[in-house]
């Protein structure tokens, strides 16, 4: 009986989840019209951000101080970028809204590599969808985050601008974790092809960022 309610269950959902894609619940918002209070709001309630500081919030006046010290950065006008610690922060100048965060390590090895996309996953749970193996998103819509089956399901269907993204976390490397973590492979001078082969690492390192985002967000602030 109990499995029987289990499956029973799955089913239902299942059914309601294609019911909801499909009877155009999903269909995208156009966050574009939205007044940039509102959309301001909404995006930080997502609460996505590097260590205290969020999408969407305005700094607070510690964080504020902070920008002050450091901002020998180029900048888009009406926008101010400093670094604090290896965080990047991206405000608007007049309100000290922030509207992008990144952090970056040019030279990046497997362990550090492993590392950054762990801490991801532990932060923001599994991506919503992966390019190459160098790349990695966090999709957020309205709802909070963009599932990996219902981004796949609707672009299985061919519908993937109904999928209104608010904003996005993503990853990126040059490299993928198969190339950082690859092995050279020589056979030792001297010894036949029957031989034992020696297997040595390859020393390999990444330009890896991490950058948090909205584009209409972004877009709204910078007047584009």
Same mark, same amino acid.
């Given at each position: 009986?109990?499995?029987?309610? %289990?499956?029973?269950?799955?089913?239902?959902? %299942?059914?309601?989840?294609?019911?909801?894609? +499909?009877?155009?619940?999903?269909?995208?918002?156009? +966050?574009?019209?939205?007044?940039?209070?509102?959309?301001?709001?909404?995006?930080?309630?997502?609460?996505?951000?590097?260590?205290?500081?969020?999408?969407?919030?305005?700094?607070?006046?510690?964080?504020?101080?902070? %920008?002050?010290?450091?901002?020998?950065?180029?900048?888009?006008?009406?926008?101010?970028?400093?670094?604090?610690?290896?965080?990047?922060?991206?405000?608007?100048?007049?309100?000290?809204?922030?509207?992008?965060?990144?952090?970056?390590?040019?030279?990046?090895?497997?362990?550090?590599?492993?590392?950054?996309?762990?801490?991801?996953?532990?932060?923001?749970?599994?991506?919503?969808?992966?390019?190459?193996?160098?790349?990695?998103?966090?999709?957020?819509?309205?709802?909070?985050?963009?599932?990996?089956?219902?981004?796949?399901?609707?672009?299985?269907?061919?519908?993937?601008?109904?999928?209104?993204?608010?904003?996005?976390?993503? +990853?990126?490397?040059?490299?993928? +974790?198969? $190339?950082?973590?690859?092995?050279?492979?020589?056979?030792?001078?001297?010894?036949?092809?029957?031989?034992?082969?020696?297997? $040595?690492?390859?020393?390999?390192? %990444?330009?890896?960022?991490?950058?948090?985002?909205?584009?209409?967000?972004?877009?709204?602030?910078?007047?584009?």
């Amino acid at each position: 009986m109990k499995d029987y309610m %289990s499956l029973s269950g799955k089913i239902v959902i %299942s059914t309601l989840f294609f019911v909801l894609i +499909f009877s155009g619940i999903g269909q995208a918002t156009d +966050f574009s019209s939205m007044p940039k209070e509102e959309l301001q709001k909404q995006i930080a309630a997502l609460e996505l951000g590097l260590d205290n500081y969020i999408v969407g919030e305005r700094l607070t006046d510690v964080q504020l101080e902070i %920008s002050g010290k450091d901002t020998d950065y180029k900048a888009y006008p009406g926008t101010v970028k400093f670094k604090d610690r290896d965080i990047f922060v991206i405000i608007d100048k007049e309100t000290n809204v922030v509207i992008a965060l990144y952090l970056r390590n040019k030279k990046a090895d497997e362990k550090e590599y492993k590392a950054m996309v762990g801490g991801l996953m532990m932060q923001f749970g599994e991506p919503t969808a992966m390019a190459h193996g160098k790349s990695i998103y966090w999709n957020y819509g309205q709802d909070g985050l963009i599932s990996e089956e219902l981004y796949r399901t609707v672009k299985d269907q061919g519908k993937l601008d109904s999928l209104a993204v608010l904003a996005t976390v993503k +990853f990126s490397s040059t490299q993928s +974790f198969e $190339e950082l973590s690859a092995e050279k492979r020589e056979k030792k001078e001297g010894e036949s092809s029957e031989s034992v082969i020696k297997e $040595e690492k390859i020393s390999v390192v %990444s330009d890896n960022y991490v950058m948090i985002q909205s584009d209409v967000l972004s877009k709204k602030y910078m007047g584009k």
